[in-house]
Nanobody, 117 residues
């Protein structure tokens, strides 16, 4: 099993920055990839950014150039640095881990990000 706990959400003005953290515990050696997703009210959950165990990262077009995903394997933690935030970035942000050859996955509990205009 892999457990995930997010932190770092909050309220920020447009143009500001936040850094989200996702701490992993449990069978961390079996994690293949991790990612950040978000879900705004009335909308489907969408991928924001993902990163593989080898460090390959991909981003949604809407956040390219503004967000950066990273992993600190020594701390078993994944980060999402969010810059130049926009009101449309307002959502609950979730981290996800795929593990044991992508046969299983785990979600964190989510953290609210609110960007005011």
């Amino acid at each position: 099993q892999v457990q995930l706990v997010e932190s770092g959400g909050g309220l920020v003005q447009a143009g500001g920055s936040l850094r989200l953290s996702c701490a992993a515990s449990g069978s961390i050696f079996s994690i293949n990839a991790m990612g950040w997703y978000r879900q705004a009210p009335g909308k489907q959950r969408e991928l924001v950014a993902g990163i593989t165990s080898g460090g390959y990262a991909n981003y949604a077009d809407s956040v390219k150039g503004r967000f950066a995903i990273s992993r600190d394997n020594a701390k078993n933690t994944m980060y999402l640095q969010m810059n130049s935030l926009k009101p449309e970035d307002t959502a609950v942000y979730y981290c996800k881990a795929d593990w044991r050859d992508y046969k299983f996955y785990s979600w964190g509990q989510g953290t609210q990000v609110t960007v005011s205009s």
